[in-house]
């Protein structure tokens, strides 16, 4: 049963424009939730992350949403660049589990010249 | 990668062989994971450690051992190695904060 679902396995935005990236949850046990960067043949890389009591983060260009009613977050990049080509992770972490990161399967960004 | 650092970068083993991957850090961080990464998945956990001397499972532990002698070092073993265990493992830190910190990798191929 996967707690993390992203359900885009890839997706292709212009140069400039704005990507949107989203992920939706089962477990509203869920304290913090973390987007994760990666590019091949290389670990993962820390991007931005949300608390389960806000609804908005922001770091330069990324910006993550948090529906908690909905059980979804979003991240937005604005805007896009080439550098932006990666897989971007979603993944949860419960407080009483030891900090354990919950991972989706991760989205393939394209960003096109 | 935030100080973490992986031992070797690519491994290839036949089945029933066995290794030991090591992950090091060079700062004094308490929490230490290892993970795996398969195609079209996300990063499952292997097993994690919360400071020297202590190991827990995490979701996929069968057929590895681990272990946290020292705390800058944590040690993933492949006892007798099976071809559904080729992967891509990397090791990761938590630093404080909510996020945790990855090493490059280790590819192993076990034919």
């Known amino acids: 049963d996967q707690q993390v679902k992203q359900n885009s396995p890839s997706l292709s935005v212009q140069e400039g424009r704005i990507s949107i990236l989203n992920c939706d949850y089962t477990?509203?046990?869920?304290?913090?939730f973390l987007w994760y960067k990666k590019y091949p043949a290389e670990g993962p890389t820390f991007l931005i992350s949300?608390?389960?009591i806000k609804d908005k983060n922001e770091d330069g260009r990324f910006t993550v949403f948090l529906n908690k009613s909905a059980k979804h977050l979003s991240l937005h990049i604005v805007p896009s660049q080439p550098g932006d080509s990666a897989v971007y992770f979603c993944a949860a972490i419960s407080m009483d589990s030891n900090y354990q990161l919950i991972w989706g399967a991760g989205t393939k960004l394209i960003i096109k010249p | 990668n935030a100080g973490v650092t992986q031992t070797p970068k690519f491994r290839v083993l036949k089945t029933g062989q066995s290794m030991t991957l090591l992950c090091a850090q060079d700062?004094?961080?308490?929490?230490m994971y290892w993970y795996r990464q398969d195609p079209g998945m996300g990063l499952r956990l292997i097993h994690y450690s919360v400071g020297e001397g202590t190991t827990a499972k995490g979701e996929v532990p069968d057929g590895y051992n681990v272990s946290r002698l020292k705390k800058q070092n944590f040690l993933l073993g492949l006892e007798s190695a099976a071809p559904s265990q080729t992967s891509v493992y990397f090791c990761?830190?938590?630093?404080?904060?909510?996020?945790?910190?990855f090493g490059p990798g280790t590819r192993l191929t076990v034919l």
């Open positions: 700062m004094n961080h308490e929490y």
């Open positions: 990761a830190i938590r630093t404080g904060t909510d996020a945790q910190y």
């Open positions: 949300i608390s389960s």
């Open positions: 477990n509203s046990m869920f304290d913090y």
